[in-house]
């Protein structure tokens, strides 16, 4: 069940960098900005309102489509940009949060948490609801995950001073 959280979150970091450049510049700002924000408050979000609310929170800011469109580019896609789609570059501040959604999964998935074939908010909480006890378990590598996951969406997307 132990899975290399560092490993893990610069993959994960890697291909949030290949979405980042499918935008232009300025929408690429307004996604780096939405998940640094995201990567920054998530850890503590979970740990005060639970993941499985937190999951619903992210999931509600963002819009099942795009959580969907964010779940192909980032999990089934080789070439990130050829998922990305014109509902996608028109909402880089949602897609931020459905891009850390998917992170967040993606990473439970590694650890065998949840099952992700696809995307489907009310399936995605089912099977985290079902396997809660396993989350328990593995709560604190996925804390380390997001943890580090925030270091490189920091080093990456920090405002200037």
């Known amino acids: 069940m132990s899975h290399d959280y560092i490993k893990s979150s610069i993959e994960f970091f890697a ?8 935008f232009s510049e300025e929408s690429g700002n307004k996604f780096a900005e939405s998940f640094n924000t995201r990567a ?41 940009c050829k998922g990305v789609d014109e509902d996608v570059l028109k909402n880089p501040n949602k897609m931020g949060y459905a891009a850390y959604t998917i ?15 696809k995307y489907e908010t009310l399936n995605v909480i089912k099977s985290l609801s079902d396997g809660l006890m396993k989350y328990r378990a593995v709560e604190p590598l996925v804390m380390k995950y997001l943890n580090e996951l925030k270091k490189l969406s920091s080093a990456y997307f920090r405002k200037e001073e």
Do not use: H
């Open 15 to 22: 291909k949030i960098l290949k979405l980042y450049k499918c």
């Open 40 to 80: 920054r408050s998530g850890p503590q979000l979970i740990k005060d309102i639970g993941l499985i609310p937190y999951i619903t929170f992210l999931a509600s800011k963002a819009g099942e489509n795009l959580c969907v469109k964010a779940f192909e580019a980032l999990r089934l896609s080789d070439d990130i």
């Open 103 to 117: 992170a967040i999964l993606d990473y439970l998935a590694k650890l065998n948490v949840i099952k992700l074939d």
